[in-house]
């Protein structure tokens, strides 16, 4: 089966994970040198760890937005950024936090796992950008520590976010995923609505996952080389 190029469909969705942004340096979460090989979720990325310990929680967070900040977008997230500028009928669903896709260009991003760049105070019910490095004043005015605005462990996502995702998913021909291992859900469960809805489907990653099965075709190699190839 030849691989698909990008000029043969109408409704191209890119479903993206941290493998997109290792050719920024940005580590991704498993697989050796994987975030959390280094650290526990238990201890910086869920509510509880907030709640125990909220200078800790931001002290990694801040050591995040350092290593993101130095980081720029990558040929990966330009082809896709330019696909879309191409072809309208184009969506971007991430499970990223770090905004590179917005920042190589991308438009309408859908961030299934929230933002690194973004606070909200769980009190006063505020969300917002924030762009701070280290995040400063760690307080809302009310007090209460400011929370990154991001789908941690144990957490729900945000409804709406999803239902966004959901329409998507069933309305595209072609699902293109790129860089993810697979094995977090409810996000890995997205790509099976493509797939019921008949598009043609794409993985792409250096190794093989365990939902590879379910693709039609598995382009093995760098995302921005991979991606490249289907233009
Ligand atoms: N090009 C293509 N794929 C790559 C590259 C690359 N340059 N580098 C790594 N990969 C692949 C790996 O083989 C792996 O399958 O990217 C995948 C990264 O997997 P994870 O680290 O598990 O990242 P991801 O799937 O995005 O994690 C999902 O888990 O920790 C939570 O909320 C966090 O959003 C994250 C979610």
């Not at 409810?186 to 996952?209: C, F, K, Q």
Request: glycine content about 8%; some cysteine; overall charge negative.
């Amino acid at each position: 089966m030849s691989t698909p190029r990008f000029a043969d469909f109408q409704r191209i969705l890119f479903f993206t994970g941290a493998g997109l942004s290792a050719e920024s340096g940005i580590p991704t979460y498993r697989g050796s040198g994987g975030i959390w090989a280094e650290y526990d979720y238990e201890d910086y990325a869920c509510q509880r760890a907030f709640v125990r310990d909220p200078e800790k929680v931001w002290d990694f967070h801040d050591k995040r937005r350092a290593a993101v900040g130095a980081c720029e977008p990558n040929d990966g997230h330009r082809i896709i950024a330019e696909v879309q500028r191409e072809r309208a009928g184009t969506s971007v669903v991430t499970q990223n936090i770090d905004g590179l896709h917005q920042r190589s260009g991308a438009t309408g991003v859908v961030e299934l796992h929230g933002s690194l760049w973004r606070v909200r105070c769980d009190r006063e019910h505020i969300v917002r950008d924030d762009t701070s490095v280290p995040m400063s004043p760690r307080k809302c005015s009310c007090g209460a520590y400011w929370r990154p605005d991001i789908v941690w462990f144990e957490d729900a996502l945000d409804q709406r976010t999803l239902e966004r995702a959901h329409e998507l998913l069933a309305s595209c021909d072609l699902l293109v995923s790129v860089g993810t291992s697979g094995v977090v859900y409810p996000a890995a469960e997205l790509p099976r609505i493509a797939m019921r809805s008949g598009a043609t489907t794409v993985e792409i990653n250096l190794d093989d996952t365990p939902v590879s099965p379910l693709y039609q075709h598995r382009l093995r190699g760098t995302a921005s080389d991979m991606l490249a190839s289907m233009r």
